[in-house]
């Protein structure tokens, strides 16, 4: 049985002293735009991106294997990042009851006229919108911003952080394409650190390893308007994994205690110790890829463990069986209809070691200001 990973649309930040390690990981984003496009899930019609045929040079053929993998993570991040830019602060002070499961994958990535998530029937939401920003770790060729943007959804801030190669690559797409320009729609947009990153009004592109997130990413995303005080999205879109689990521990530890608010989103790779989870390991081994963090956070409940045991207020995890189950009758019957899919029993077993997670934790001033967030959290990731 062949293991096709669906590649992530991060590139993965390792450990710098192993260059030829580090050069792997950064290729695993060509490989993942690469599962994006041509007869793949964008021009399959499986999701819907303009952008990401900008940062392809040879387009190529997926299996449907592929196509749905990629097809369900980046709809399932959508969603999150979707109801997150969405959401409200309402006036009520009480709770809604957290979900049974992360149904956040049941809102359409593939159109900009999906609903915002309800808010608690007594709540009102406020008349000024809230301030909120994200930050997307290894964020690799990712389109998101642009994608979202365009659809009218936007954040007060965006940060996109990776290798130095990668943001350089980055940018320099970013910059000479009007299709990129004209969303960022800002005229003061600049190049900075010798092409290798982008400073706008609303996204910042910034260069950074993660090993050093506290003491050289945070100061550099502060300089370039980063708020602890305000609503954050952190997204690891398969990236926490190739760190070592201090290093990563890190950053969660330093969103939990530094933010007043932030909500965190993983999808990554789990059950590392069956009989497919060691042969998942063993052909990533071959193309010299290793996924430190996996051993670490090997499991659903585990995932959840991360923040739970560091004080996080709530935690889910669900693997891609469950978000495949949570889609409507109508979406599962698009996709299916979109190339012929046989290979049901492969694909059970590989979305068993696929995952996505969140967490959210809140420290406010008072009562009723944590209440409220914790609603805008829980409308958050459910629908």
Same mark, same amino acid.
């Given at each position: ?19 030829? =390690? $580090? ?8 490989? %993942?735009?690469?599962? +994006? ?15 990401? #045929?900008?940062?392809? +040079?040879?387009?190529?053929? =997926? !299996? ?8 369900? =993570?980046?709809?399932?991040? $959508? ?11 309402? &006036? ?9 499961? &992360? ?13 915002? !998530? ?28 642009? #994608? ?21 690559? #980055? %940018? ?5 394409? #009007?299709?990129?320009? $004209?969303?960022?729609?800002? !005229?003061?947009? @600049? &190049? ?22 506290? $003491? ?55 059950? !590392?110790?069956? %009989? ?8 990533? @081994?071959?193309? =010299? ?26 935690? +889910? ?6 978000? &495949? ?7 599962? +019957? ?50």
């Amino acid at each position: 049985m062949r293991h096709p990973v669906p590649a992530s649309s991060s590139s993965p930040m390792m450990s710098m002293p192993r260059m030829g =390690r $580090d050069d792997v990981i950064k290729g695993t984003d060509d490989d %993942a735009i690469i599962s +994006k496009l041509q007869v793949s899930a964008v021009d399959l019609g499986y999701l819907d991106d303009p952008f990401v #045929k900008h940062f392809v +040079k040879r387009p190529s053929r =997926r !299996p449907p294997l592929i196509n749905r993998g990629s097809y369900l =993570r980046t709809r399932s991040l $959508d969603a999150l990042t979707e109801q997150f830019i969405r959401g409200t602060l309402g &006036l009520s002070t009480k709770t809604v009851s957290p979900p049974s499961t &992360l149904s956040a994958a049941t809102s359409s990535s593939t159109s900009s006229s999906s609903p915002a !998530p309800p808010t608690p029937a007594d709540a009102t939401p406020l008349v000024s919108p809230i301030r909120k920003q994200i930050v997307s770790l290894g964020c690799g060729s990712d389109t998101r911003y642009f #994608k979202f943007k365009s659809e009218g959804l936007s954040a007060h801030k965006y940060f996109e952080i990776d290798f130095q190669e990668s943001t350089a690559k #980055k %940018a320099a797409v970013i910059k000479k394409n #009007k299709a990129f320009t $004209d969303i960022i729609a800002d !005229p003061e947009l @600049k &190049l900075g650190l010798g092409g290798t990153e982008l400073y706008a009004k609303d996204y910042c592109l910034l260069s950074g390893d993660l090993r050093e997130f506290v $003491d050289v990413i945070v100061p550099k995303l502060k300089a370039h308007g980063f708020d602890t005080s305000i609503p954050t999205l952190f997204l690891s879109e398969c990236v926490l994994i190739y760190i070592q689990p201090s290093d990563s521990d890190a950053v969660v530890d330093w969103v939990g205690n530094n933010m007043m608010a932030s909500l965190f989103v993983v999808y990554e790779q789990i059950n !590392p110790t069956d %009989a497919f989870g060691a042969m998942m390991l063993r052909n990533l @081994k071959a193309r =010299r890829i290793e996924l430190p963090g996996i051993h670490a956070y090997p499991s659903l409940v585990s995932q959840q463990e991360r923040f739970m045991s560091r004080g996080w207020l709530a935690a +889910k995890a669900v693997d891609m069986n469950d978000l &495949l189950a949570s889609l409507s009758d109508v979406e599962m +019957k698009r996709i299916s209809s979109l190339e012929i899919f046989d290979e049901v029993e492969e694909w059970q077993l590989l979305a068993q070691h696929y995952c996505v997670a969140w967490a959210f934790q809140v420290k406010a001033q008072s009562e009723n200001e944590r209440e409220r967030l914790v609603d805008f959290f829980y409308s958050s990731v459910s629908t």
